[in-house]
């Protein structure tokens, strides 16, 4: 009984089956058998029945359930041919199980492998008994005629979107016929039949159900009834599935727009590629003096230097500004910053050790240049405290504090070379399965690895074998021992598979 693939567009959880296979057993030929499974989660299932390895196929003698958390497989009513092993499989896009196996044992009412029956008589019940009871239960079950159909299949629509219900009825001449078999075939190949179909046999009544249509259910519908004295073909019907359009691949713009893009986009007729040439590098200058030439404020108050670059060609431009020749450190109360072609120097609140002249030094693989000098003088007032407030002794303080910085950023010594990794790094928890999702839908890979707290550690995601990195779509990160990947829209280029690498100097 082939299932059938359903499609979720988050991450979830592989199907799970809470308990044994029941049913089975040694049954008299003619009864019926049930075997149900629980399984979970009891939401968008995959449900495939087997007989001894092989799948189950459509038939009236078949009715198959799988909701409320319960699978389901009923025989109607069984012949000898019945007897073997039986399993059940569901699966999902997250991952599958398969239930344990339960034997079934079909006692055919006449056994010719008895101790106590001879030869003559084993060969004398071959001949006239196997031909009447492969499909019937007794004498008073046999058919008076082939079958035939008094009303061939009407169909509820022919053409149905994907995810609508479709149901098939037809009528047949026979109601208490024991060898009767029906099958539903599709494009001359058997209808499978779990979550999704559903065939049914009661008193004539012959209906196939689809719970809900895929583009693959299109095709010719036939029914084919069968008994001991004949078969017979109704006539078929067709059903046809729109498949529903899920990603848009054609542009909303119009042809016009089309073409004035291309035009934007192709290099004019002056374009030089400039194949196997040589770039005239253009070293950086300043175009004017260093502004304010000299400057006097008082302790406390903001100060700015500014004059205008020209960057020239190169690619690795660096710009340092220094005091009395010595660069200026930046930082909260201190920055420095270029925009628009003027490079900038802002003190926030001037210090009297901010005193002295200032230039501003630019280069680029391609030269340097320095801008003339600018004076700038503090003068104290007291309004900033610089002297140390400690209480006592306050120098004893001042290198006892500095004592305990210098051991913070000292660097490792043998003292810490028993905390490298002892062991190689493990990945606890892997990543989700995801499967089919739809276009710019967010994705998020998360993985467990120890030890957590590994400085040396160094993780690393690949799609399809190709390095990622932290971008605009991809955020990258690792925190506490757990490795994230997220895709914050996804688009079908991102279609592949996703691993992730760690590891340490262990």
């Avoid at 007989?51 to 189950?56: Q, Y």
């Avoid at 034997?103 to 196997?130: K, R």
């Avoid at 499909?135 to 299949?153: G, L, V």
């Avoid at 950023?409 to 062991?423: F, M």
Wanted: proline content about 8%.
């Amino acid at each position: 009984m082939p299932a059938t693939a359903y499609q979720a567009s988050t991450p979830g959880n592989p199907p799970q089956i809470l308990g044994p296979l029941s049913g089975g057993g040694e049954v008299p030929e003619g009864e019926p058998v049930h075997l149900e499974l629980r399984i979970a989660p009891p939401g968008d299932l995959q449900v495939q029945w087997f007989k001894d390895g092989v799948a189950l196929s459509a038939g009236s003698r078949y009715n198959t359930m799988c909701e409320r958390g319960l699978a389901s497989l009923d025989v109607i009513y069984t012949i000898p041919e019945d007897s073997g092993t039986y399993f059940c499989v569901i699966s999902n896009p997250y991952g599958h199980a398969q239930s344990e196996a339960v034997p079934v044992n079909v006692i055919p009412e006449i056994d010719p492998s008895q101790d106590h029956v001879d030869v003559h008589s084993a060969d004398l019940y071959q001949a006239t008994s196997a031909p009447t009871k492969e499909y019937e239960r007794d004498q008073r079950s046999q058919p008076k005629s082939a079958p035939h159909f008094t009303q061939q299949p009407v169909i509820s629509s022919s053409d149905v979107l994907e995810g609508e219900p479709v149901r098939i009825e037809a009528y047949l001449n026979t109601t208490s016929d024991s060898t009767l078999q029906v099958d539903w075939m599709k494009n001359g190949q058997p209808v499978g039949t779990g979550s999704r179909f559903n065939a049914v046999l009661d008193r004539g009544l012959i209906v196939l159900e689809i719970g809900y249509c895929l583009a693959e259910d299109s095709g010719l519908y036939v029914c084919v009834a069968t008994n001991a004295l004949g078969h017979t073909e109704s006539q078929p019907v067709e059903l046809r599935c729109q498949p529903e359009e899920r990603i848009v691949t054609k542009s909303i713009l119009d042809q016009q727009s089309i073409n004035h893009l291309k035009q934007l986009e192709e290099p004019g007729e002056d374009y030089d590629y400039m194949i196997n040439s040589t770039v005239q590098g253009i070293p950086p200058s300043f175009k004017a003096n260093l502004e304010p030439s000299s400057v006097q404020v008082s302790e406390d108050e903001p100060v700015i230097f500014s004059v205008p670059v020209d960057c020239g060609n190169g690619d690795r431009l660096v710009i340092e500004w220094k005091r009395d020749g010595q660069v200026v450190k930046t930082g909260s109360r201190i920055t420095g910053r270029l925009e628009l072609g003027i490079a900038s120097l802002k003190i926030h609140y001037a210090q009297p050790n901010d005193t002295g002249a200032y230039t501003c030094h630019v280069s680029t693989e391609y030269g340097s240049a320095d801008c003339g000098p600018s004076n700038l003088l503090c003068e104290a007032t007291g309004s900033i405290i610089a002297a140390s407030q400690l209480p006592g002794d306050k120098e004893k303080g001042l290198l006892a504090i500095e004592a305990i910085e210098a051991n913070l950023h000292a660097p490792r010594g043998t003292v810490w070379e028993d905390d490298s990794p002892h062991e190689a790094p493990v990945i606890i928890q892997q990543p989700q399965l995801v499967g089919e999702i739809e276009e710019g839908t967010a994705i998020h890979f998360d993985v467990q690895v120890e030890p957590a707290a590994d400085p040396s550690l160094i993780v690393e995601w690949f799609k399809s074998g190709n390095l990622l990195t932290s971008g605009t779509r991809f955020k990258v990160a690792y925190e506490r021992g757990l490795a994230i990947l997220d895709l914050l829209y996804t688009i079908p280029e991102d279609s592949g598979e996703y691993w992730c690498r760690v590891e340490n100097k262990a």
